[in-house]
């Protein structure tokens, strides 16, 4: 079975960094363009970055500068390292993955082939 697996969230101060991990299994890492969205309370949920196989990037203009993606193919993970978060960054940040590429990853929520259960994310003024 497929599963997305994803760790890191939890409870930090505006200002401060987290680092969220997505581990992949039952799926060719390679194969798949693998990346976020997050979800506020009464908010639609939303495209944040993707990370494909051949490590282009894609980041929605809110995170830009502040977050950074990267694929560990060795260790079979994905990593989004968050820093400067902010109060607007609290959500529900789910994992997810398609074939293949990033393009159109902020217009993708009904396109996506699995996903994570998601891990909150709060972060306190």
């Known amino acids: 079975e497929v599963q997305l697996v994803e760790s890191g969230g939890g409870l930090v101060q505006a200002g401060g960094s987290l680092r969220l991990s997505c581990a992949p299994s039952g799926i060719a890492f390679d194969d798949y363009a693998i990346g976020w969205f997050r979800q506020a309370p009464g908010k639609e949920r939303e495209g944040i970055s993707c990370i494909s196989g051949d490590n282009s990037t894609w980041y929605v203009d809110s995170v830009k500068s502040r977050f950074t993606i990267s694929a560990d193919s060795a260790k079979n993970t994905v990593n989004l390292h968050m820093n400067s978060l902010k109060p607007e960054d609290t959500g529900v940040y789910y994992c997810?993955?398609?074939?293949?590429?990033?393009?159109?990853?902020?217009?993708?929520?009904?396109?996506?082939?699995?996903w994570g259960k998601g891990t909150l994310v709060t972060v306190s003024s």
């Open positions: 997810a993955a398609r074939a293949i590429i990033c393009t159109g990853w902020d217009d993708a929520v009904y396109d996506m082939d699995y």
